[in-house]
Structures are given as structure tokens and as C-alpha cells.
């Protein structure tokens, strides 16, 4: 019985990890050096915002307000935010309905990292495809990493290495 439980566990994993390599490969790549474009956005409390890393590892996360996973994952952004100070966070919200839904999910979970008010040039440049969608940029803003779906803090913080 534990020998089949430990089988399917390895199995799962294994194909979990399978379509998560395949849904990524639509993202900019993280293998050669790929530069994304710089964007200037609004922030919620009205300020202009660079979309880029400006000297510090900078994790970039996509949300969208209704996305479910998105509730789920982003207390792990939050956390992470506030014990690795060396490490910059940018969220930009994504196929929202006004300003207004955006604020209500940055009150919602606390966020205390700027949020930024995206657009579909953002969202075409950055080839979100799905909701959460997160790259590390490195000091250069070079990607360095990249993911699509719910991550741990501590997986946010291994790919930020």
C-alpha cells in the first residue's frame, strides 16, 4: 500500500512538473539572456513606475484581481517581500475591470510592494498567458527565471537565486 502511494506520488510530480514545463515555454525565455521591454506604468497611488530591475533582482509578478490562484499565492510574494529586503518586487494586475477591483485585492492581502497598472502592450511583451506569471530579473534585467502558476515563497526564492 505505501510502496503505490509512494509510486503515484512520484508519478504525479513528475507529470505536474511535465505540463508546467510545456505551459512556461510560451514565456520569454530565461535561457538566453533575453531582455524584456522596459514599460512605464501608473501605480495605484498614482505614481509612474519603470517596469525593470534597476540594478537589484527584481521579481516581476503578473495577477489578474479574479484569478483564483492568485488570492492563493500572492501572501507567499508578500512574505518573501518582507524578509528579503536585497530582493525588489513589482506586481502588475492584468484584465482587470477598473482601478477599483485592483485596490480592493492589493487591501485584501496587505500588499505593502508597489502594484502596477498593466496593460495588454505590457501583457504581449511580457507573453503572459496565464495567471500567476512571474519572471526574475537579474541586475542587468536580463530574465533569469520564469513561472506560470501558484508558487511558495520558498520556490520564489530558489528561482531568485
Not at 51 to 74: D, E, R
Request: with cysteine; charged share 15%; aromatic share 12%.
Amino acid at each position: 500500500m505505501l510502496r503505490s502511494l509512494s509510486l503515484q506520488a512520484v508519478v504525479f510530480f513528475f507529470i505536474f512538473h511535465a505540463i508546467s514545463m510545456l505551459r512556461e515555454t510560451s514565456m520569454l525565455s530565461s535561457s538566453n539572456g533575453e531582455l524584456p521591454i522596459i514599460h512605464q506604468l501608473s501605480t495605484l497611488d498614482n505614481k509612474t513606475l519603470s517596469l525593470q530591475a534597476n540594478g537589484q533582482k527584481t521579481i516581476v509578478y503578473f495577477f489578474a484581481p479574479w484569478c483564483q490562484i492568485c488570492h492563493m499565492s500572492i501572501g507567499n510574494l508578500q512574505s518573501l517581500f518582507e524578509r528579503k529586503p536585497h530582493i525588489k518586487v513589482i506586481a502588475v494586475a492584468l484584465d482587470f475591470v477598473d482601478q477599483n477591483e485592483v485596490a480592493a485585492f492589493t487591501e485584501r492581502h496587505q500588499l505593502t510592494f508597489p502594484v502596477a497598472l498593466g496593460n495588454e502592450a505590457v501583457k504581449q511583451d511580457f507573453q503572459v498567458q496565464g495567471y500567476p506569471s512571474y519572471y526574475v530579473l537579474d541586475e542587468e534585467n536580463t530574465v533569469i527565471s520564469r513561472s506560470l502558476g501558484y508558487s511558495s515563497e520558498l520556490g520564489l526564492y530558489l528561482r531568485s537565486f
